[in-house]
């Protein structure tokens, strides 16, 4: 177990900046600073931003969440957004491994639902061109002549 800190500097012997037994004078709402804890010159450390490992750094981690709501939207709505989603996706990707995301896996899902979308749509478009030359082709060898 460890000992308290000593109170700050300038405060007396009574660490909660208090004068006397004149609850009136100073308090929690009476508007007036109090010497010591509130004040940066304390000499107290704050706590710190993080808890566990090394801090990583997320100013990238947009680039993951495009990622997979585009990889989304595309695989439901429309399916040239893929496009969006690989790009993004292998940004977050690159981010990650830079340590500037801490997110890599919603960009490599992003990024596969991406590929499956445009799958998706050059699979329909060669279907529909398949069925349009059948098509074609089945309407040419019927002939209408007498």
Request: with cysteine; net charge negative.
């Amino acid at each position: 177990m460890s000992t308290p800190p000593p109170p700050p500097s300038g405060s007396g012997d009574d660490p909660y900046g208090s004068s006397g037994s004149d609850d009136s004078q100073s308090g929690y709402g009476s508007g007036e600073s109090q010497s010591g804890y509130g004040s940066g010159d304390s000499g107290y450390q704050g706590a710190p931003d993080y808890y566990g490992g090394s801090p990583s750094s997320d100013q990238d981690n947009n680039l993951g969440v495009i990622a997979l709501v585009t990889g989304i939207i595309s695989l439901i709505v429309c399916q040239p957004v893929g496009i969006a989603a690989i790009i993004y996706g292998r940004k977050s990707q690159a981010a990650a491994s830079a340590g500037t995301a801490n997110n890599g896996t919603l960009g490599t899902v992003g990024f596969w639902l991406g590929v499956v979308a445009l799958v998706l749509m050059v699979l329909a478009i060669v279907g529909v061109v398949l069925l349009f030359g059948l098509g074609v082709l089945g309407a040419s060898s019927y002939s209408t002549s007498p």
